[in-house]
């Protein structure tokens, strides 16, 4: 099968499909693989994008969102990924199928709340469109937070962000400490069992020595059943051979009598005669002949079988105690004697294993306390390397908050460790450790001079805390695995020269990885590569030509929509074509 060209270097969102929910009744929205903005007037339905994104993404499904009137409110996406990546595999391996190239995710949610999720064709958990939204997209909103705002995240996203000065010593640390967890296995089975490896040991002993009191040979089990089987039956066999001898060779006791040797013989001559007359009955004169010398070699086995039977008592008597011995064994140690002899080079070796444990358990112990040190290290080097690597980071998403009307908010990155008597030992004081390292990252914001710095998701409002996202992702850009990003009230209590500053980064970061803004803002829409214009009909609801790309003429009215309330202004209108062409020119 033919591989599919992927139509994007990174995974993209291209569309989705969105019925009966809230006031959109039937609507389809086309994102740009770049920077997506999506305008409109209050309560138009913009955030219906957002929610309905968080449903694909395996949120919690509210039958409230149901259209009045609809029995079940449906989202469908289109994601186009490259072969291979992570959401993709995932994707397979639950039964999914890719349309060229593409995942198609659907989630519906009826009226009376009941939930259900297809991928690919495929129904799957809901869960799994949470697993998926892990690798594919990151939602900031007033309500709605992922991505970066959970801990693991952030310590992979600084880890990614420091380099190689985290990644070289984070390799060598989890390499070591997949060994000690390894070794603390073994090193746990070998102690906490040590009463069972004994008896095991003892029961390997007493089969072997069993074994060896026997002695069997290999096979010897068959060869002992054919001999008793011989012996047992010796006086009919000698019997029949004799007279099998007697009907080949003749029967001393009667000489007169015909047997099947003399006949051959006489029908030899007989051919032999007239031979020369036609070699057709010279030909079966030969076949005659070989006939005789064949019947003439059977007799003569037969009688040596017949004078070699041996049908001595004592021997069938201990032919069957050998066997008794054998069977003994078989019982026990396998079906045959070669089962046996194979459970006994196995129970050998085990048993070797079982009184090695002394040895193995100084062996494991010393390698574990080699480990240990070892990590003690590594775990160090990576305190280290994040700690620099945080520095850094605070200082760039402080200085982009500067510019996102937050002038007087310090972002700090707290690591720490927590103590831990079984730990190793970090800064001097043993501390729990994991595949990681020993380091607990997360995010801290002080929004405002004397403010305790607090994790970003507890210290900032609804709208800083998307202009903080903002700021980290910009920062982070290109080394957070997360493709697509979508903004919710990124502008809230923005305005003015930070409002083109927020355009700004977001098309920044849009050069890496899709972006999707809802906003109110025109010097944010200004800078999106695709605008779209969410509409409600008369009736109130948004329909499928509800929402459509904005182009041109179109783009310039609804931009000064945004700047003055009015798309006709003289005065807007200008200020508009100023905003693109701004945009434009910064790109």
């Given at each position: 099968m033919a591989s599919v060209k992927p139509r994007y270097r990174r995974p993209v969102l291209e569309e989705m499909r969105i019925r009966s929910l809230g006031v959109i009744d039937d609507a389809v929205v086309e994102l740009s693989p770049g920077f997506t903005a999506v305008t409109g007037e209050t309560g138009a339905g913009k955030t219906m994008v957002v929610t309905s994104l968080g449903l694909l993404l395996g949120g919690r499904a509210d039958p409230a969102l149901v259209r009045i009137g609809a029995k079940a409110a449906v989202v469908e996406g289109r994601i186009v990924l490259r072969p291979g990546a992570p959401a993709a595999v995932r994707a397979e391996e639950a039964g999914a199928e890719l349309d060229d190239g593409a995942l198609l995710i659907s989630?519906?949610?009826?009226?009376?709340?009941?939930?259900r999720a297809h991928v690919g064709g495929r129904s799957v958990p809901v869960g799994l469109l949470g697993e998926l939204a892990d690798d594919l997209v990151a939602v900031h909103g007033q309500t709605d937070q992922q991505g970066l705002l959970r801990p693991?995240?952030?310590?992979?996203?600084?880890?990614?962000?420091?380099?190689?000065?985290?990644?070289?010593p984070l390799e060598k640390y989890g390499s070591a400490y997949r060994r000690l967890r390894a070794v603390a296995v073994e090193l746990d089975e070998i102690t906490t069992r040590a009463r069972e490896r004994a008896q095991e040991a003892d029961l390997l002993r007493f089969g072997l020595e069993e074994i060896a009191a026997v002695e069997p040979l290999a096979g010897e089990d068959a060869e002992l059943a054919a001999e008793a089987e011989r012996l047992g039956h010796a006086e009919s066999l000698a019997s029949a051979a004799q007279i099998a001898h007697a009907a080949l060779a003749g029967d001393v006791e009667d000489p007169e009598g015909v047997d099947a040797n003399t006949l051959v013989a006489g029908a030899h001559r007989a051919l032999d005669a007239v031979r020369s007359h036609d070699p057709a009955l010279g030909a079966l004169a030969e076949r005659i002949g070989e006939l005789g010398i064949l019947l003439a070699d059977v007799a003569g086995e037969l009688a040596g079988y017949a004078d070699d039977l041996d049908a001595d008592p004592l021997r069938l008597a201990a032919v069957e105690e050998r066997r008794a011995a054998l069977t003994q064994l078989t019982r026990k140690y396998g079906d045959s004697i070669d089962s046996v002899l194979e459970w006994a080079e196995r129970g050998s070796a085990r048993l070797l294993e079982l009184d090695g444990d002394d040895e193995r358990i100084a062996e494991l112990t010393a390698e574990r306390d080699g480990l240990r040190a070892e990590l003690s290290l590594l775990a160090q080097a990576l305190t280290d390397a994040?700690?620099?690597?945080?520095?850094?980071?605070?200082?760039?998403v402080t200085e982009e908050l500067a510019s996102l009307a937050m002038p007087h908010a310090r972002v700090t990155i707290d690591i720490r460790q927590v103590e831990d008597p079984e730990g190793v030992e970090v800064d001097g004081r043993p501390v729990a450790y994991g595949p990681s390292g020993t380091d607990e990252v997360e995010l801290l914001l002080a929004p405002h001079p004397g403010a305790q710095p607090r994790p970003i998701a507890k210290g900032a409002s609804g709208g800083e805390l998307s202009r903080v996202m903002l700021a980290v992702e910009v920062v982070f850009a290109g080394s957070d695995p997360v493709p697509t990003y979508l903004f919710d009230e990124v502008d809230a209590g923005v305005g003015g020269k930070a409002a083109v500053e927020v355009g700004r980064r977001l098309a920044k970061l849009a050069k890496s990885a899709q972006v999707v803004v809802v906003t109110h803002l025109p010097q944010v829409a200004a800078f999106a590569d695709r605008q779209l214009l969410v509409e409600k009909t008369n009736d109130g609801s948004v329909t499928r030509s509800g929402v459509k790309?904005?182009?041109?003429?179109?783009?310039?009215?609804?931009?000064?929509?945004?700047?003055?309330?009015?798309?006709?202004?003289?005065?807007?209108?200008?200020?508009?074509?100023?905003?693109?062409?701004?945009?434009?020119?910064?790109?």
């Amino acid at each position: 099968m033919a591989s599919v060209k992927p139509r994007y270097r990174r995974p993209v969102l291209e569309e989705m499909r969105i019925r009966s929910l809230g006031v959109i009744d039937d609507a389809v929205v086309e994102l740009s693989p770049g920077f997506t903005a999506v305008t409109g007037e209050t309560g138009a339905g913009k955030t219906m994008v957002v929610t309905s994104l968080g449903l694909l993404l395996g949120g919690r499904a509210d039958p409230a969102l149901v259209r009045i009137g609809a029995k079940a409110a449906v989202v469908e996406g289109r994601i186009v990924l490259r072969p291979g990546a992570p959401a993709a595999v995932r994707a397979e391996e639950a039964g999914a199928e890719l349309d060229d190239g593409a995942l198609l995710i659907s989630r519906t949610v009826s009226a009376e709340g009941r939930s259900r999720a297809h991928v690919g064709g495929r129904s799957v958990p809901v869960g799994l469109l949470g697993e998926l939204a892990d690798d594919l997209v990151a939602v900031h909103g007033q309500t709605d937070q992922q991505g970066l705002l959970r801990p693991a995240r952030q310590r992979q996203a600084l880890d990614r962000y420091a380099g190689d000065a985290v990644a070289v010593p984070l390799e060598k640390y989890g390499s070591a400490y997949r060994r000690l967890r390894a070794v603390a296995v073994e090193l746990d089975e070998i102690t906490t069992r040590a009463r069972e490896r004994a008896q095991e040991a003892d029961l390997l002993r007493f089969g072997l020595e069993e074994i060896a009191a026997v002695e069997p040979l290999a096979g010897e089990d068959a060869e002992l059943a054919a001999e008793a089987e011989r012996l047992g039956h010796a006086e009919s066999l000698a019997s029949a051979a004799q007279i099998a001898h007697a009907a080949l060779a003749g029967d001393v006791e009667d000489p007169e009598g015909v047997d099947a040797n003399t006949l051959v013989a006489g029908a030899h001559r007989a051919l032999d005669a007239v031979r020369s007359h036609d070699p057709a009955l010279g030909a079966l004169a030969e076949r005659i002949g070989e006939l005789g010398i064949l019947l003439a070699d059977v007799a003569g086995e037969l009688a040596g079988y017949a004078d070699d039977l041996d049908a001595d008592p004592l021997r069938l008597a201990a032919v069957e105690e050998r066997r008794a011995a054998l069977t003994q064994l078989t019982r026990k140690y396998g079906d045959s004697i070669d089962s046996v002899l194979e459970w006994a080079e196995r129970g050998s070796a085990r048993l070797l294993e079982l009184d090695g444990d002394d040895e193995r358990i100084a062996e494991l112990t010393a390698e574990r306390d080699g480990l240990r040190a070892e990590l003690s290290l590594l775990a160090q080097a990576l305190t280290d390397a994040r700690v620099e690597a945080a520095t850094r980071f605070a200082s760039a998403v402080t200085e982009e908050l500067a510019s996102l009307a937050m002038p007087h908010a310090r972002v700090t990155i707290d690591i720490r460790q927590v103590e831990d008597p079984e730990g190793v030992e970090v800064d001097g004081r043993p501390v729990a450790y994991g595949p990681s390292g020993t380091d607990e990252v997360e995010l801290l914001l002080a929004p405002h001079p004397g403010a305790q710095p607090r994790p970003i998701a507890k210290g900032a409002s609804g709208g800083e805390l998307s202009r903080v996202m903002l700021a980290v992702e910009v920062v982070f850009a290109g080394s957070d695995p997360v493709p697509t990003y979508l903004f919710d009230e990124v502008d809230a209590g923005v305005g003015g020269k930070a409002a083109v500053e927020v355009g700004r980064r977001l098309a920044k970061l849009a050069k890496s990885a899709q972006v999707v803004v809802v906003t109110h803002l025109p010097q944010v829409a200004a800078f999106a590569d695709r605008q779209l214009l969410v509409e409600k009909t008369n009736d109130g609801s948004v329909t499928r030509s509800g929402v459509k790309v904005l182009e041109g003429e179109d783009r310039v009215r609804e931009l000064s929509r945004m700047l003055a309330g009015h798309e006709d202004s003289v005065s807007a209108r200008a200020h508009a074509e100023e905003l693109l062409a701004a945009a434009r020119a910064d790109a």
